[in-house]
């Protein structure tokens, strides 16, 4: 949003220097990102006479000019054509800095073709005051000697760009804009409710709300016998400011009540439309129609149209239609002021692919009240300039409710910012941002139509807060904590994310940022979506619903890396999954991918497979609190993995992590051409750690006795789990076997039919005493015996 300080007092009665202005806009919450200064730009540029200006001796097409200047009379070299003795015009001293051709002037005088200049005569453009470069600015009026040449040009009015938060729509009009800021001290509100215009004439016109959920109010005014054609100065100098093209008075006025009021207007030809309006549903490819900015839109029924009998004449809150606009020969008019509904202008602008200044205040919600004052002030800014005889009003519908009165205790101010500005300038606070406040133990605080956003008590102490100024808020450190130690804030949960997010990049992982959102069928892909997690307005028709996967991002982003050029792409991501829409139904994991690329290197070629997601998934699980020998593995997994090349990680009946390659059905829906491995880790599925007391930590003990190691090897079933076998022999004596690993899988000659034989290696540690042969015999019996209760034999 941006505005010129002259505008801004129009509305605000105030002697702040712009230093002081900005100060104040943002303390009261106003983010403000630039001010052009062109005084401030311009600063070393004046007003000059030029006294006399002689043909170049040695060049054509050169003067030779002697110009009183502010700093006496100097000799400068022109080579524009309009230079001559008599004229006013910009002077540049040496060394000043030329913004229009971004260079500076030497120091010293130049020597142009044997005749020294001391200084430069400018255009607008090397002032970039205008887009002239013909010939030197040629100022008319009686400027004296000296003048800043930002006020000769009209150039001494900063412009103030700065940020609109979206709860707040009443700042994309200056006149709010001046009622924070003179609650807030900077000044006193100049301007208020506009004066009604009295009507010759009953409105010809007849609006009928067909839909008045788009558009439950709609106020309207005929106009005849205006004389269209260019806007007067000052009206023009506001919009040239902001960045708008003035055309002609009829579309200046709309513009300028736009950002005036925030009230976005429209104007129709008269003659051109017909004596119903209809503000209705779209009807698809028979109300196509040609929008303002010169393209075919074709509003469907979830779009907002204003017609008549005959023909679509736009889309309401977004954009007129050309048939029935404005231009130098319209004569008759009929101005539009209405309110549409926030929801149903954001979707139908994003459906359509337009951005205009009228969706821009739409969708945010403007002041549905003041429709009135918005067309009110049009007309007699059109009727002053244009001439002509306005009709009466008619307004159709009425405005929506304002948000209910809030029971607000004042008291609690104090409580929750830490000072009390009592209860008066509270009050007075409240009154002055157009609160109504009916005192009492409990006062009863009613909010104004152009705030919609303010619903609670705590919105009332943040408006409170603001104005006061938040420079108020006494400073007091913390209270430290007995034992002189704060508690780190930050959740078991959340600690584990940062910790698995480290373990991720340290196997070599990406870290990925995408949307929690996907599109239906990719979501079907992988379990569907849940209950209630269907999107009713979304951000793109690619992205309706919530993921149920982060895997779905982390692998087509792995094709799109792929399409680039990019090579054994890894990506993970931590964040949220929906599995439904109860608070429960939202799941915090840690997932990852990677494409299935062989090493190209002379000294290994080895293609990673499910073993190696395996590993990186346990990684990460023993990084956030659980052990691998803790871990067990099953091979139930849901059907986006591919079967016999997956896994799930279990602790008990938890589910801690799934693991493998994605299935190629889902691959080829997902258009992705290669392999995927991939793996997802719960980690609300991971139990909370108990507080152990603290105590006294001692090194590392190593035992005294030697370990002893016995290898076996076990026929089973081609189908059965190692897991299942080494979990058996592990169970034998825990406190003895402290390790189980699996060396050898072997299947071939010596080994029968649809049996495969496992080698495992039990690491015994006696702790007390050595083993003896016996009882090193007594446990390897008791192995064998407890392989035979998971169907493995010993392999003879």
Same mark, same amino acid.
Not at 329 to 334: A, G, H, M, N, R
């Given at each position: 949003?941006?505005?010129?300080?002259?505008?801004?007092?129009?509305?605000?009665?105030?002697?702040?220097?712009?230093?002081?202005?900005?100060?104040?806009?943002?303390?009261?919450?106003?983010?403000?990102?630039?001010?052009?200064?062109?005084?401030?730009?311009?600063?070393?540029?004046?007003?000059?006479?030029?006294?006399?200006?002689?043909?170049?001796?040695?060049?054509?097409? %050169?003067?030779?000019?002697?110009?009183?200047?502010?700093?006496?009379?100097?000799?400068?070299?022109?080579?524009?054509?309009?230079?001559?003795?008599?004229?006013?015009?910009?002077?540049?001293?040496?060394?000043?800095?030329?913004?229009?051709?971004?260079?500076?002037?030497?120091?010293?005088?130049?020597?142009?073709?044997?005749?020294?200049?001391?200084?430069?005569?400018?255009?607008?453009?090397?002032?970039?005051?205008?887009?002239?470069?013909?010939?030197?600015?040629?100022?008319?009026?009686?400027?004296?000697?000296?003048?800043?040449?930002?006020?000769? %040009?009209?150039?001494?009015?900063?412009?103030?760009?700065?940020?609109?938060?979206?709860?707040?729509?009443?700042?994309?009009?200056?006149?709010?804009?001046?009622?924070?800021?003179?609650?807030?001290?900077?000044?006193?509100?100049?301007?208020?409710?506009?004066?009604?215009?009295?009507?010759?004439?009953?409105?010809?016109?007849?609006?009928?709300?067909?839909?008045?959920?788009?558009?439950?109010?709609?106020?309207?005014?005929?106009?005849?016998?205006?004389?269209?054609?260019?806007?007067?100065?000052?009206?023009?100098?506001?919009?040239?400011?902001?960045?708008?093209?003035?055309?002609?008075?009829?579309?200046?006025?709309?513009?300028?009540?736009?950002?005036?009021?925030?009230?976005?207007?429209?104007?129709?030809?008269?003659?051109?439309?017909?004596?119903?309006?209809?503000?209705?549903?779209?009807?698809?490819?028979?109300?196509?129609?040609?929008?303002?900015?010169?393209?075919?839109?074709?509003?469907?029924?979830?779009?907002?149209?204003?017609?008549?009998?005959?023909?679509?004449?736009?889309?309401?809150?977004?954009?007129?239609?050309?048939?029935?606009?404005?231009?130098?020969?319209?004569?008759?008019?009929?101005?539009?002021?209405?309110?549409?509904?926030?929801?149903?202008?954001?979707?139908?602008?994003?459906?359509?692919?337009?951005?205009?200044?009228?969706?821009?205040?739409?969708?945010?919600?403007?002041?549905?009240?003041?429709?009135?004052?918005?067309?009110?002030?049009?007309?007699?800014?059109?009727?002053?300039?244009?001439?002509?005889?306005?009709?009466?009003?008619?307004?159709?519908?009425?405005?929506?409710?304002?948000?209910?009165?809030?029971?607000?205790?004042?008291?609690?101010?104090?409580?929750?910012?830490?000072?009390?500005?009592?209860?008066?300038?509270?009050k007075t606070i409240l009154t002055s941002l157009g609160f109504g406040v009916i005192e009492g133990d409990i006062w009863t605080v009613s909010a104004p139509s152009w705030r919609r956003d303010c619903l609670q008590a705590a919105d009332l102490i943040e408006e409170i807060a603001r104005i006061a100024g938040f420079d108020s808020l006494p400073a007091a450190p913390f209270r430290r904590p007995e034992g002189g130690r704060f508690r780190a804030p930050a959740t078991e949960l959340q600690n584990r994310i940062r910790t698995a997010r480290r373990a991720a990049a340290h196997r070599g992982y990406q870290e990925a940022i995408t949307w929690s959102f996907c599109h239906h069928d990719q979501a079907g892909l992988f379990g569907g979506t849940g209950e209630g997690l269907e999107?009713?307005?979304?951000?793109?028709?690619?992205?309706?619903?919530?993921?149920?996967?982060? %895997?779905?991002?982390?692998?087509?982003?792995?094709?799109?890396?792929?399409?680039?050029?990019?090579?054994?792409?890894?990506?993970?991501?931590?964040?949220?999954?929906?599995?439904?829409?109860?608070?429960?139904?939202?799941?915090?994991?840690?997932?990852?991918?990677?494409?299935?690329?062989?090493?190209?290197?002379?000294?290994?070629?080895?293609?990673?497979?499910?073993?190696?997601?395996?590993?990186?998934?346990?990684?990460?699980?023993?990084?956030?609190?659980?052990?691998?020998?803790?871990?067990?593995?099953?091979?139930?997994?849901?059907?986006?993995?591919?079967?016999?090349?997956?896994?799930?990680?279990?602790?008990?009946?938890?589910?801690?992590?799934?693991?493998?390659?994605?299935?190629?059905?889902?691959?080829?829906?997902?258009?992705?051409?290669?392999?995927?491995?991939?793996?997802?880790?719960?980690?609300?599925?991971?139990?909370?750690?108990?507080?152990?007391?603290?105590?006294?930590?001692?090194?590392?003990?190593?035992?005294?006795?030697?370990?002893?190691?016995?290898?076996?090897?076990?026929?089973?079933?081609?189908?059965?789990?190692?897991?299942?076998?080494?979990?058996?022999?592990?169970?034998?004596?825990?406190?003895?076997?402290?390790?189980?690993?699996?060396?050898?899988?072997?299947?071939?000659?010596?080994?029968?039919?649809?049996?495969?034989?496992?080698?495992?290696?039990?690491?015994?540690?006696?702790?007390?005493?050595?083993?003896?042969?016996?009882?090193?015999?007594?446990?390897?019996?008791?192995?064998?015996?407890?392989?035979?209760?998971?169907?493995?034999?010993?392999?003879?």
């Open positions: 949003m941006k505005l010129t300080y002259s505008w801004l007092k129009k509305h605000l009665a105030t002697d702040l220097s712009l230093d002081q202005l900005e100060e104040a806009m943002t303390m009261a919450g106003l983010e403000i990102e630039n001010i052009d200064n062109p005084a401030g730009r311009l600063a070393a540029f004046t007003v000059a006479h030029v006294k006399d200006a002689r043909p170049h001796p040695n060049a054509d097409r %050169l003067r030779v000019c002697m110009v009183e200047t502010r700093d006496g009379v100097k000799q400068i070299v022109c080579g524009a054509p309009n230079a001559r003795a008599g004229m006013t015009a910009i002077y540049a001293p040496l060394g000043a800095y030329i913004p229009g051709l971004d260079l500076a002037l030497d120091r010293k005088p130049r020597n142009i073709r044997g005749v020294k200049s001391h200084g430069m005569l400018c255009s607008p453009r090397e002032l970039e005051s205008g887009e002239d470069h013909d010939g030197i600015a040629d100022l008319s009026g009686d400027w004296a000697v000296g003048t800043p040449a930002a006020e000769a %040009l009209g150039l001494d009015d900063p412009i103030i760009d700065f940020e609109v938060t979206p709860n707040r729509p009443d700042w994309l009009g200056v006149h709010g804009i001046a009622r924070d800021l003179a609650a807030a001290g900077a000044g006193m509100l100049k301007t208020g409710r506009v004066p009604a215009v009295s009507g010759g004439f009953p409105c010809p016109v007849t609006v009928k709300l067909d839909w008045a959920n788009a558009c439950p109010i709609f106020a309207g005014r005929v106009i005849k016998g205006v004389k269209n054609g260019p806007s007067p100065g000052w009206l023009q100098q506001y919009l040239k400011a902001i960045g708008i093209h003035p055309k002609n008075l009829l579309v200046d006025v709309t513009n300028y009540i736009a950002f005036d009021r925030a009230r976005p207007l429209h104007v129709y030809d008269l003659d051109k439309i017909g004596e119903v309006i209809y503000v209705r549903k779209g009807g698809g490819k028979p109300d196509a129609h040609e929008g303002l900015d010169a393209k075919i839109y074709t509003p469907e029924p979830e779009h907002c149209v204003i017609a008549d009998d005959e023909r679509p004449l736009g889309l309401g809150g977004i954009m007129g239609g050309a048939y029935s606009g404005c231009s130098d020969e319209t004569t008759d008019i009929f101005l539009e002021s209405a309110w549409f509904d926030p929801g149903i202008i954001r979707k139908s602008a994003r459906e359509l692919g337009i951005d205009s200044d009228a969706k821009h205040r739409f969708e945010r919600g403007v002041d549905p009240e003041g429709l009135t004052d918005g067309i009110e002030l049009a007309t007699a800014i059109i009727l002053e300039y244009a001439g002509g005889k306005a009709s009466d009003l008619t307004v159709s519908g009425q405005a929506p409710a304002r948000p209910p009165d809030i029971a607000f205790d004042p008291s609690r101010v104090k409580r929750i910012l830490g000072f009390d500005p009592g209860e008066s300038r509270i999107l009713a307005n979304p951000i793109s028709s690619e992205l309706n619903v919530m993921r149920p996967s982060v %895997l779905i991002h982390l692998i087509t982003n792995i094709q799109k890396s792929t399409d680039r050029g990019l090579e054994d792409e890894r990506y993970f991501e931590a964040g949220p999954i929906y599995l439904n829409d109860t608070p429960g139904g939202q799941e915090t994991v840690v997932a990852a991918a990677r494409r299935v690329v062989a090493a190209r290197d002379w000294r290994y070629a080895r293609t990673p497979d499910v073993f190696d997601i395996k590993a990186d998934a346990q990684s990460l699980l023993e990084a956030v609190g659980v052990p691998v020998k803790n871990q067990q593995v099953t091979t139930e997994v849901r059907d986006w993995w591919r079967p016999g090349r997956a896994g799930v990680l279990r602790l008990g009946p938890r589910v801690l992590a799934e693991f493998g390659e994605i299935h190629p059905r889902v691959l080829k829906a997902l258009d992705i051409d290669s392999c995927i491995l991939a793996f997802e880790v719960f980690l609300n599925a991971i139990p909370m750690t108990r507080k152990k007391s603290l105590k006294a930590r001692t090194a590392l003990q190593l035992p005294d006795l030697m370990p002893v190691r016995r290898d076996f090897a076990f026929l089973v079933e081609n189908t059965a789990a190692a897991c299942d076998l080494i979990k058996a022999v592990k169970s034998v004596d825990k406190h003895l076997i402290t390790d189980v690993k699996l060396f050898d899988v072997y299947e071939g000659q010596g080994v029968p039919e649809n049996q495969i034989s496992l080698a495992l290696e039990a690491t015994l540690q006696p702790t007390r005493t050595p083993l003896t042969d016996k009882d090193i015999e007594a446990v390897s019996a008791k192995i064998i015996n407890a392989a035979e209760k998971v169907g493995a034999v010993l392999r003879g």
